[in-house]
């Protein structure tokens, strides 16, 4: 297998660590997309949407990190990060979904003007824009915040997808100044995350 992926990144970050905790052989390939790396022909090829992480297997190709990390399961029978039991399943899923449409997005206002603005010389913050964005940050981190209370994990007893798919993205909470004060069950359940050998493993190396 190999990965197409771009290691700063919450959405590859989240597949990496998949597949160091499942101890899966995969080949990562980087893609700079400082550079533009995604606009290349080869790749447009594997993910019209030029958007990394993109999964080969053979001749299977598949993008969206969530299904990947599903994907990656199959291949890591009896796996617990996502148990074959259709209510657990859907359970993990529903905060996967959740995540692509909402908590991702209400970050990435934050991960928009706080880094990416930084990164490419875009100009300063928007202060409407991150108005905005706190408003819908609070909306889902609130739901997110009172979910853990007396929960170590987002679903059953253990760690599943589900805390990869939404820990992801609280990596960056500091860089990109996300407003989590009064915020306190989230950043104990993301410490646990940061805990985990593979979450540890698949941190970008020399970032900013
Ligand atoms: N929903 C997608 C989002 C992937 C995504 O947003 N990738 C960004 C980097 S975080 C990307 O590749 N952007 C490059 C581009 O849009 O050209 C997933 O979960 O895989």
Not at 143 to 172: I, M, P
Request: proline share 6%.
């Amino acid at each position: 297998m190999k990965l197409y992926h771009f290691p700063i990144s919450p959405n590859s970050r989240r597949v990496v660590a998949v597949l160091h905790h499942l101890n899966l052989e995969c080949e990562l390939h980087p893609l700079d997309l400082m550079q533009r790396e995604q606009m290349q022909p080869e790749f447009l090829n594997l993910n019209p949407n030029h958007m990394i992480p993109t999964l080969v297997d053979g001749d299977f190709v598949l993008w969206e990190s969530n299904a990947i990390m599903q994907y990656l399961c199959s291949k890591a029978p009896n796996n617990t990060l996502f148990p074959v039991n259709p209510r657990i399943q859907a359970d993990i899923a529903r905060w996967q979904f959740w995540q692509t449409g909402h908590f991702g997005s209400a970050c990435g206002t934050f991960i928009f003007e706080h880094l990416i603005k930084k990164m490419r010389n875009l100009g300063e913050a928007d202060a409407v824009e991150l108005l905005k964005g706190a408003e819908k940050f609070r909306r889902f981190a609130d739901v997110l915040e009172q979910h853990l209370k007396g929960r170590d994990w987002l679903v059953g007893d253990t760690v599943t997808l589900a805390d990869f798919s939404v820990g992801s993205f609280l990596d960056l909470a500091t860089m990109a100044k996300y407003p989590m004060d009064g915020y306190v069950e989230i950043p104990r359940w993301y410490s646990a995350i940061e805990q985990l050998p593979a979450w540890q493993s698949s941190a970008p190396k020399n970032f900013m």
